[in-house]
Protein backbone atom coordinates (compact mmCIF):
# COMPACT_ATOMS: atom_id res chain seq x y z
CA UNK A 1 0.00 0.00 0.00
CA UNK A 2 1.54 3.63 -0.63
CA UNK A 3 0.00 6.42 0.97
CA UNK A 4 -0.38 9.83 -0.61
CA UNK A 5 -1.93 13.63 0.48
CA UNK A 6 -4.20 14.81 -1.32
CA UNK A 7 -2.67 17.61 -3.82
CA UNK A 8 -4.01 20.39 -5.93
CA UNK A 9 -2.65 19.39 -9.91
CA UNK A 10 0.10 17.23 -8.60
CA UNK A 11 3.53 16.68 -9.39
CA UNK A 12 4.37 13.97 -12.09
CA UNK A 13 5.82 11.61 -9.64
CA UNK A 14 2.56 11.77 -7.99
CA UNK A 15 1.17 9.97 -11.01
CA UNK A 16 3.44 8.02 -11.58
CA UNK A 17 2.98 6.26 -8.04
CA UNK A 18 -0.67 6.50 -9.25
CA UNK A 19 -0.06 4.51 -12.67
CA UNK A 20 2.68 2.41 -10.64
CA UNK A 21 1.08 1.10 -7.71
CA UNK A 22 -2.33 -1.52 -6.98
CA UNK A 23 -2.92 -0.14 -3.95
CA UNK A 24 -2.86 3.55 -2.90
CA UNK A 25 -4.55 5.51 -0.13
CA UNK A 26 -5.26 9.48 -0.70
CA UNK A 27 -5.79 9.78 2.78
CA UNK A 28 -8.45 11.56 4.29
CA UNK A 29 -8.09 12.04 7.83
CA UNK A 30 -5.25 13.75 8.25
CA UNK A 31 -5.05 17.12 9.18
CA UNK A 32 -4.63 19.99 6.58
CA UNK A 33 -0.65 21.06 6.54
CA UNK A 34 0.28 24.85 4.89
CA UNK A 35 2.86 24.87 2.68
CA UNK A 36 2.92 21.72 0.78
CA UNK A 37 1.14 20.76 -2.71
CA UNK A 38 -2.43 20.42 -0.92
CA UNK A 39 -3.16 23.41 -2.42
CA UNK A 40 -0.74 24.37 -4.83
CA UNK A 41 1.48 23.19 -7.59
CA UNK A 42 4.32 24.30 -10.16
CA UNK A 43 4.30 25.45 -13.35
CA UNK A 44 7.09 26.43 -15.73
CA UNK A 45 6.52 30.02 -17.11
CA UNK A 46 8.86 31.48 -19.84
CA UNK A 47 10.58 33.26 -16.55
CA UNK A 48 11.34 29.75 -14.99
CA UNK A 49 9.57 27.59 -12.48
CA UNK A 50 6.90 28.99 -11.00
CA UNK A 51 4.22 28.25 -7.60
CA UNK A 52 0.57 28.83 -8.11
CA UNK A 53 -1.79 28.69 -4.62
CA UNK A 54 -5.41 27.90 -3.99
CA UNK A 55 -5.97 30.48 -1.16
CA UNK A 56 -8.48 28.89 1.93
CA UNK A 57 -10.24 29.83 4.78
CA UNK A 58 -9.30 29.53 8.57
CA UNK A 59 -6.91 26.58 7.79
CA UNK A 60 -4.71 26.10 10.77
CA UNK A 61 -5.44 22.49 13.05
CA UNK A 62 -8.66 21.30 10.51
CA UNK A 63 -9.46 18.07 8.95
CA UNK A 64 -8.44 18.04 4.82
CA UNK A 65 -11.93 17.62 3.97
CA UNK A 66 -12.95 20.59 5.86
CA UNK A 67 -11.22 22.98 3.96
CA UNK A 68 -12.68 25.89 2.10
CA UNK A 69 -11.44 27.02 -0.75
CA UNK A 70 -11.19 30.92 -0.64
CA UNK A 71 -13.71 32.61 -3.54
CA UNK A 72 -13.83 36.51 -3.01
CA UNK A 73 -10.32 36.99 -4.45
CA UNK A 74 -10.21 36.33 -8.05
CA UNK A 75 -7.27 34.05 -8.07
CA UNK A 76 -8.91 31.23 -10.45
CA UNK A 77 -8.72 33.88 -13.18
CA UNK A 78 -5.25 34.37 -12.04
CA UNK A 79 -4.59 31.02 -12.33
CA UNK A 80 -6.11 30.40 -15.60
CA UNK A 81 -4.13 32.93 -16.95
CA UNK A 82 -0.74 31.85 -16.04
CA UNK A 83 -1.25 28.59 -17.02
CA UNK A 84 -2.50 29.58 -20.36
CA UNK A 85 0.37 32.16 -20.78
CA UNK A 86 2.60 29.39 -19.70
CA UNK A 87 1.42 26.91 -22.14
CA UNK A 88 -0.29 28.03 -24.86
CA UNK A 89 2.47 27.19 -27.58
CA UNK A 90 2.72 23.77 -25.85
CA UNK A 91 1.13 20.89 -28.36
CA UNK A 92 -2.07 20.09 -26.04
CA UNK A 93 -2.99 22.67 -24.17
CA UNK A 94 -5.41 23.79 -26.47
CA UNK A 95 -7.31 20.57 -26.21
CA UNK A 96 -7.64 20.34 -22.82
CA UNK A 97 -7.61 23.85 -21.33
CA UNK A 98 -11.70 24.59 -21.73
CA UNK A 99 -12.53 21.06 -19.48
CA UNK A 100 -9.36 21.82 -17.08
CA UNK A 101 -10.87 25.10 -16.60
CA UNK A 102 -14.32 24.56 -16.53
CA UNK A 103 -13.42 22.18 -13.24
CA UNK A 104 -11.74 25.32 -11.70
CA UNK A 105 -14.90 27.77 -13.19
CA UNK A 106 -16.96 25.36 -11.04
CA UNK A 107 -16.10 26.50 -8.05
CA UNK A 108 -15.76 23.62 -6.00
CA UNK A 109 -16.03 24.84 -1.88
CA UNK A 110 -13.67 22.32 -0.05
CA UNK A 111 -9.95 21.50 -1.61
CA UNK A 112 -10.55 18.35 -0.72
CA UNK A 113 -13.18 18.12 -3.83
CA UNK A 114 -11.29 20.59 -5.62
CA UNK A 115 -8.39 18.23 -5.71
CA UNK A 116 -10.41 15.05 -6.23
CA UNK A 117 -12.42 16.59 -9.17
CA UNK A 118 -8.74 17.37 -10.75
CA UNK A 119 -7.00 14.62 -9.76
CA UNK A 120 -9.69 12.14 -11.73
CA UNK A 121 -9.90 14.29 -14.73
CA UNK A 122 -6.44 14.10 -15.34
CA UNK A 123 -6.52 10.15 -14.20
CA UNK A 124 -8.42 10.25 -17.42
CA UNK A 125 -6.84 12.25 -19.71
CA UNK A 126 -4.00 10.33 -19.35
CA UNK A 127 -4.85 6.82 -18.92
CA UNK A 128 -3.92 5.82 -15.26
CA UNK A 129 -6.46 3.59 -14.31
CA UNK A 130 -4.71 3.10 -10.63
CA UNK A 131 -6.09 1.90 -7.58
CA UNK A 132 -6.50 4.94 -5.98
CA UNK A 133 -8.46 4.78 -2.66
CA UNK A 134 -9.61 7.94 -0.59
CA UNK A 135 -10.71 8.04 2.83
CA UNK A 136 -9.34 7.95 6.60
CA UNK A 137 -6.38 5.90 6.72
CA UNK A 138 -8.12 2.91 8.59
CA UNK A 139 -6.14 2.46 12.09
CA UNK A 140 -3.38 -0.57 12.21
CA UNK A 141 -3.31 -0.84 8.41
CA UNK A 142 -0.38 0.87 7.96
CA UNK A 143 3.64 -0.37 8.62
CA UNK A 144 6.33 0.36 7.12
CA UNK A 145 7.89 -2.06 7.55
CA UNK A 146 5.59 -4.40 5.80
CA UNK A 147 7.09 -2.62 2.58
CA UNK A 148 4.54 0.04 2.73
CA UNK A 149 5.02 3.85 1.64
CA UNK A 150 3.79 6.79 3.67
CA UNK A 151 4.49 9.37 0.55
CA UNK A 152 2.24 12.04 2.17
CA UNK A 153 4.99 14.11 3.18
CA UNK A 154 7.90 12.86 1.16
CA UNK A 155 5.76 14.59 -1.84
CA UNK A 156 6.88 17.71 -0.95
CA UNK A 157 7.27 21.70 -2.27
CA UNK A 158 10.42 22.10 -0.88
CA UNK A 159 12.23 18.61 -0.30
CA UNK A 160 13.51 16.96 -3.36
CA UNK A 161 12.29 13.45 -3.66
CA UNK A 162 14.13 10.10 -5.21
CA UNK A 163 10.43 8.92 -5.97
CA UNK A 164 10.90 8.65 -10.21
CA UNK A 165 14.72 7.43 -10.14
CA UNK A 166 13.69 4.84 -7.84
CA UNK A 167 10.72 4.04 -9.92
CA UNK A 168 13.26 3.76 -13.09
CA UNK A 169 11.43 6.94 -14.20
CA UNK A 170 12.39 10.72 -14.40
CA UNK A 171 13.71 10.98 -17.85
CA UNK A 172 13.19 13.77 -19.71
CA UNK A 173 10.40 14.64 -21.73
CA UNK A 174 9.69 17.67 -24.16
CA UNK A 175 8.88 21.48 -22.29
CA UNK A 176 8.23 23.85 -24.22
CA UNK A 177 11.21 26.18 -22.57
CA UNK A 178 13.64 23.39 -22.91
CA UNK A 179 15.94 25.53 -24.94
CA UNK A 180 15.74 27.97 -22.74
CA UNK A 181 16.72 26.16 -19.06
CA UNK A 182 17.30 22.61 -20.32
CA UNK A 183 14.90 19.93 -18.93
CA UNK A 184 13.01 21.13 -16.01
CA UNK A 185 12.04 18.55 -13.24
CA UNK A 186 9.75 18.55 -10.33
CA UNK A 187 6.37 20.40 -11.94
CA UNK A 188 2.67 19.47 -12.29
CA UNK A 189 1.51 16.98 -13.98
CA UNK A 190 -0.17 19.99 -16.23
CA UNK A 191 3.17 19.97 -17.69
CA UNK A 192 3.71 16.72 -18.92
CA UNK A 193 0.23 16.67 -19.90
CA UNK A 194 0.48 19.90 -22.21
CA UNK A 195 3.54 19.17 -23.24
CA UNK A 196 3.13 15.13 -24.30
CA UNK A 197 -0.61 14.82 -24.12
CA UNK A 198 -1.66 11.39 -24.20
CA UNK A 199 1.88 10.19 -24.90
CA UNK A 200 2.19 11.40 -20.93
CA UNK A 201 1.20 7.45 -19.58
CA UNK A 202 4.41 6.20 -21.33
CA UNK A 203 6.65 8.69 -19.17
CA UNK A 204 4.95 7.41 -16.05
CA UNK A 205 4.71 4.18 -16.43
CA UNK A 206 7.80 1.47 -15.04
CA UNK A 207 9.42 -0.25 -18.20
CA UNK A 208 8.86 -4.04 -17.45
CA UNK A 209 12.53 -5.52 -18.55
CA UNK A 210 15.14 -4.15 -16.84
CA UNK A 211 18.58 -5.83 -17.39
CA UNK A 212 20.28 -6.52 -13.32
CA UNK A 213 24.17 -6.47 -13.94
CA UNK A 214 24.84 -8.96 -10.55
CA UNK A 215 27.69 -9.28 -8.58
CA UNK A 216 27.16 -12.22 -6.43
CA UNK A 217 23.88 -13.72 -5.01
CA UNK A 218 24.41 -12.25 -1.28
CA UNK A 219 24.17 -8.55 -3.39
CA UNK A 220 21.37 -10.11 -5.58
CA UNK A 221 19.11 -11.95 -3.05
CA UNK A 222 16.94 -8.83 -1.61
CA UNK A 223 16.84 -6.89 -5.00
CA UNK A 224 15.47 -10.19 -7.14
CA UNK A 225 12.87 -10.41 -4.82
CA UNK A 226 11.99 -6.98 -4.62
CA UNK A 227 11.72 -6.41 -8.33
CA UNK A 228 9.99 -9.62 -8.74
CA UNK A 229 7.40 -8.06 -6.18
CA UNK A 230 7.40 -4.19 -7.50
CA UNK A 231 6.08 -6.49 -11.05
CA UNK A 232 8.82 -6.27 -13.12
CA UNK A 233 10.92 -8.88 -15.15
CA UNK A 234 14.40 -8.36 -14.39
CA UNK A 235 17.26 -10.65 -16.58
CA UNK A 236 20.30 -11.23 -14.77
CA UNK A 237 23.51 -10.21 -16.60
CA UNK A 238 26.66 -11.84 -14.55
CA UNK A 239 29.54 -10.13 -15.98
CA UNK A 240 32.66 -10.73 -13.62
CA UNK A 241 35.41 -10.56 -15.43
CA UNK A 242 37.09 -9.15 -11.95
CA UNK A 243 36.80 -12.29 -9.91
CA UNK A 244 39.94 -14.62 -9.32
CA UNK A 245 40.72 -17.56 -9.31
CA UNK A 246 38.29 -19.27 -11.44
CA UNK A 247 37.11 -21.67 -8.90
CA UNK A 248 35.73 -18.69 -6.66
CA UNK A 249 34.40 -17.48 -9.74
CA UNK A 250 32.55 -20.70 -10.71
CA UNK A 251 31.57 -20.65 -6.58
CA UNK A 252 30.12 -17.09 -6.88
CA UNK A 253 28.19 -17.76 -10.13
CA UNK A 254 26.85 -21.83 -8.98
CA UNK A 255 25.21 -19.85 -6.16
CA UNK A 256 23.80 -17.12 -8.08
CA UNK A 257 22.42 -19.64 -10.91
CA UNK A 258 21.05 -21.48 -8.41
CA UNK A 259 18.71 -18.92 -6.64
CA UNK A 260 17.96 -17.17 -10.02
CA UNK A 261 16.62 -20.44 -11.44
CA UNK A 262 14.63 -20.80 -7.71
CA UNK A 263 12.80 -17.45 -8.78
CA UNK A 264 12.47 -18.16 -11.88
CA UNK A 265 14.83 -15.52 -13.51
CA UNK A 266 16.52 -15.96 -16.41
CA UNK A 267 20.51 -15.19 -16.54
CA UNK A 268 22.62 -14.18 -19.10
CA UNK A 269 26.54 -15.22 -18.87
CA UNK A 270 29.48 -13.03 -20.14
CA UNK A 271 32.71 -14.67 -21.16
CA UNK A 272 35.34 -14.62 -18.14
CA UNK A 273 38.10 -12.71 -19.70
CA UNK A 274 40.19 -11.90 -16.65
CA UNK A 275 43.70 -10.79 -18.46
CA UNK A 276 41.35 -8.62 -20.55
CA UNK A 277 39.98 -6.86 -16.62
CA UNK A 278 43.65 -6.65 -15.66
CA UNK A 279 44.26 -4.51 -18.55
CA UNK A 280 41.62 -2.15 -17.94
CA UNK A 281 42.41 -1.70 -14.47
CA UNK A 282 46.44 -1.60 -15.63
CA UNK A 283 48.72 0.97 -13.30
CA UNK A 284 45.77 1.23 -10.36
CA UNK A 285 46.83 -2.02 -9.08
CA UNK A 286 48.16 -0.20 -5.66
CA UNK A 287 44.90 1.79 -5.19
CA UNK A 288 42.69 1.07 -1.94
CA UNK A 289 39.00 -0.32 -2.04
CA UNK A 290 36.85 2.29 -2.94
CA UNK A 291 39.52 4.21 -4.88
CA UNK A 292 40.52 4.45 -8.81
CA UNK A 293 41.07 1.02 -9.53
CA UNK A 294 37.37 -0.08 -8.64
CA UNK A 295 35.71 2.73 -10.47
CA UNK A 296 37.44 1.57 -13.43
CA UNK A 297 36.63 -2.01 -12.63
CA UNK A 298 32.75 -1.10 -12.42
CA UNK A 299 32.94 0.78 -16.06
CA UNK A 300 34.37 -2.06 -17.65
CA UNK A 301 31.57 -4.49 -15.88
CA UNK A 302 28.53 -1.91 -16.44
CA UNK A 303 29.07 -1.07 -20.15
CA UNK A 304 29.58 -4.78 -21.27
CA UNK A 305 25.93 -4.80 -19.42
CA UNK A 306 24.88 -1.83 -21.30
CA UNK A 307 26.30 -2.76 -24.47
CA UNK A 308 23.90 -6.02 -24.23
CA UNK A 309 21.13 -4.22 -22.43
CA UNK A 310 21.59 -2.09 -26.13
CA UNK A 311 21.98 -4.55 -28.46
CA UNK A 312 18.94 -6.92 -26.21
CA UNK A 313 16.07 -4.08 -26.30
CA UNK A 314 16.38 -3.42 -22.31
CA UNK A 315 15.57 0.29 -21.24
CA UNK A 316 17.08 -0.25 -18.12
CA UNK A 317 20.26 -0.80 -16.29
CA UNK A 318 20.72 -1.66 -12.64
CA UNK A 319 23.01 -3.41 -10.51
CA UNK A 320 23.58 -4.75 -7.75
CA UNK A 321 27.11 -3.77 -6.96
CA UNK A 322 26.24 -1.10 -4.68
CA UNK A 323 23.71 -3.38 -2.23
CA UNK A 324 26.87 -4.10 -0.20
CA UNK A 325 28.18 -1.78 2.06
CA UNK A 326 31.52 -2.14 1.07
CA UNK A 327 31.04 -0.37 -1.80
CA UNK A 328 30.89 3.15 -2.98
CA UNK A 329 27.26 4.12 -4.06
CA UNK A 330 28.72 7.36 -5.81
CA UNK A 331 31.20 5.15 -7.72
CA UNK A 332 28.89 2.81 -9.27
CA UNK A 333 26.43 5.31 -10.02
CA UNK A 334 29.25 7.44 -11.96
CA UNK A 335 29.99 4.13 -13.87
CA UNK A 336 26.34 3.18 -14.92
CA UNK A 337 25.54 6.42 -15.83
CA UNK A 338 28.92 6.83 -18.13
CA UNK A 339 28.23 3.17 -19.25
CA UNK A 340 24.97 4.21 -20.56
CA UNK A 341 25.49 7.14 -21.84
CA UNK A 342 27.94 4.93 -24.87
CA UNK A 343 24.73 3.00 -25.73
CA UNK A 344 21.72 3.84 -27.29
CA UNK A 345 18.91 3.45 -25.15
CA UNK A 346 19.58 2.45 -21.99
CA UNK A 347 18.65 4.07 -19.33
CA UNK A 348 20.80 3.52 -15.98
CA UNK A 349 18.31 3.16 -12.53
CA UNK A 350 20.18 4.94 -9.97
CA UNK A 351 18.18 3.36 -7.36
CA UNK A 352 19.90 2.84 -3.74
CA UNK A 353 19.24 -0.50 -3.36
CA UNK A 354 19.92 -0.08 0.78
CA UNK A 355 17.29 1.31 1.82
CA UNK A 356 13.16 0.06 1.94
CA UNK A 357 14.22 -2.31 3.93
CA UNK A 358 16.45 -4.07 0.79
CA UNK A 359 19.67 -4.28 3.80
CA UNK A 360 17.72 -6.19 6.20
CA UNK A 361 15.72 -8.41 3.68
CA UNK A 362 19.50 -8.91 2.12
CA UNK A 363 20.73 -10.27 5.60
CA UNK A 364 18.05 -12.29 6.35
CA UNK A 365 18.13 -14.04 2.79
CA UNK A 366 21.99 -14.74 2.61
CA UNK A 367 20.67 -17.17 5.78
CA UNK A 368 17.71 -18.46 4.13
CA UNK A 369 19.90 -19.60 1.48
CA UNK A 370 22.87 -20.82 3.44
CA UNK A 371 24.95 -18.67 0.30
CA UNK A 372 28.19 -19.06 0.01
CA UNK A 373 29.16 -15.59 1.57
CA UNK A 374 32.43 -14.25 0.47
CA UNK A 375 35.11 -12.72 2.43
CA UNK A 376 36.79 -10.75 0.08
CA UNK A 377 35.71 -8.08 -3.18
CA UNK A 378 37.00 -10.56 -6.05
CA UNK A 379 39.92 -9.43 -7.45
CA UNK A 380 43.44 -10.52 -6.04
CA UNK A 381 44.18 -6.67 -5.11
CA UNK A 382 40.78 -7.35 -2.53
CA UNK A 383 42.77 -10.49 -0.96
CA UNK A 384 44.80 -10.11 2.12
CA UNK A 385 48.11 -11.52 2.29
CA UNK A 386 46.73 -14.44 4.03
CA UNK A 387 44.05 -15.74 1.56
CA UNK A 388 46.61 -15.00 -1.38
S1 LIG B 1 38.30 -4.46 -5.11
FE1 LIG B 1 36.42 -5.21 -6.05
S2 LIG B 1 35.53 -3.44 -7.11
FE2 LIG B 1 37.65 -2.95 -6.62
S3 LIG B 1 38.79 -3.56 -8.43
FE3 LIG B 1 38.84 -5.31 -7.10
S4 LIG B 1 37.08 -6.55 -7.69
FE4 LIG B 1 36.80 -4.53 -8.59
Redesign the pocket.
Known sequence: MVLLSTAFCPPVEYFAVLAGYSSVYIDSGENYQKQTWRNRCRILTGSGPQDLCVPVVHSSGRAITEIQVEYTTPWVVKFERAVASAYDSSPFFEFYRDEFFAILDSHPATLWELNRLITEWICRKIGVAGGAVEGELPKGEYSSSAGQLDLRDVIHPKRPNTILADMGLGRPYWQVFRERFGFTPGLSVLDLLFNEGSDSILWLQRPKKVLLHACCAPCSGAVLERLLQEGYQPVVFWS?S??TPREEYDLRENELLRYAKKLGVPVVEDDYDHTAWQNC?KG?EK?P???A??L???KT?LLRAAEYASRNGFPILATT?ASSRW?SLEQVDEAGSWACSRVEGVQWWPRNWRKGGLQERRAQIIKEQGFYNQT???????RTREEL
Open positions: NNIVLEERGRCECFRLKFCGCEFS
